[in-house]
């Protein structure tokens, strides 16, 4: 996208709208340093703001709140969560005084998910459970059921397995009743890393091959990482090393490229599962499957991921 848009006047604002728009897409898309870099282009500097608004009109504090969320949930995906975190508390204080709830719940979402990669459970509880209510005050089933997804990572984190479980059931059936197969593979996935610390692995290695193969589908190379990581959990918790180093390490190559690091809760988690099958192949074995597997293009790892073990 090469078009240049200014950031007064009317061409920012419409390029505000464009990045407020389209930040989904780049984050689908795996382009997500492109999206960040427009939003740094196109956003008001602080001292730009009441000049800004001026010239835009009333409008211009929810454009800008939603502009800020755009920017924020970028930078989180991007690894970067101390500008993730400024931009989202921001954008919900843009939100509330522009009166702009959703802004606001959507703000929220992303600033639990931040305060549980960091291992903050309290304050992810609080602001997820203020973004819950206030979806569903606007009765908003889709965001319900990813403000849902989240609670349930809480919940996990607090090896509380049977609510966690209850969460991502819930947003499982939301996802299947409206047709979105984002919600239906994230969901196939965090149940499946609910069956994996229970024990059943043969149903973890199911539920994550069917969420895998749906973000195939949809093209979406960060949560095919995702996917990749949560197979090598399952592989490395049933003894198969080479199938987790494998697998791994075509993730962590993905994860590379895109830009979007592995949280550090996350990765601590895929460690653990990966631990014992690391150890009983031995770290020379362990490195070279890492290094075959991070030579695998995307479609050779997520055709080794989605064939069955026998």
């Not at 965001?143 to 609510?163: K, R």
């Not at 830009?259 to 770290?283: F, T, W």
Request: charge should be negative; hydrophobic fraction near 50%; include cysteine.
């Amino acid at each position: 996208m090469k078009t240049v848009i200014g950031i007064n006047g009317a061409g920012g604002r419409m390029g505000q709208r464009l990045v407020a728009a389209a930040y989904r897409f780049w984050m689908v898309r795996g382009h997500l340093r492109e999206g960040h870099a427009w939003f740094e282009r196109l956003v008001p500097k602080k001292e730009q703001q009441s000049t800004e608004s001026a010239m835009l009109g009333a409008g211009s504090g929810r454009i800008r709140a939603r502009v800020l969320l755009a920017g924020g949930v970028l930078a989180l995906y991007l690894g970067d969560t101390i500008a993730a975190q400024t931009w989202l508390a921001e954008s919900a204080a843009q939100g509330r005084a522009a009166g702009d709830l959703k802004t606001v719940a959507n703000a929220l979402n992303s600033l639990g998910a931040i305060a549980t990669q960091q291992g903050d459970l309290s304050p992810s509880q609080g602001f997820l459970e203020e973004s819950l209510a206030l979806m569903h005050a606007l009765g908003e089933r889709r965001d319900i059921a990813i403000v849902l997804t989240n609670l349930g990572v809480v919940h996990y984190s607090q090896a509380d397995l049977d609510q966690a479980a209850n969460d991502f059931a819930q947003a499982l059936a939301v996802g299947r009743e409206i047709g979105d197969r984002d919600l239906i593979a994230t969901n196939l996935a965090n149940l499946a890393g609910v069956a994996l610390q229970q024990g059943a692995i043969v149903q973890s290695e199911a539920l994550g091959r069917e969420a895998l193969a749906l973000y195939w589908e949809l093209g979406d190379p960060r949560r095919c990482a995702v996917g990749l990581e949560g197979l090598a959990s399952s592989a490395g918790r049933a003894g198969q090393g080479i199938r987790a180093a494998r697998l791994f390490g075509a993730a962590t190559t993905l994860r590379e490229a895109l830009g979007a690091p592995l949280p550090p809760n996350e990765r601590a988690d895929v460690v653990q599962m990966v631990a014992a099958a690391r150890a009983a192949l031995g770290e020379e074995h362990w490195a070279a499957a890492f290094i075959a597997g991070q030579d695998l293009s995307l479609a050779e790892a997520i055709a080794e991921a989605l064939a069955e073990n026998t």
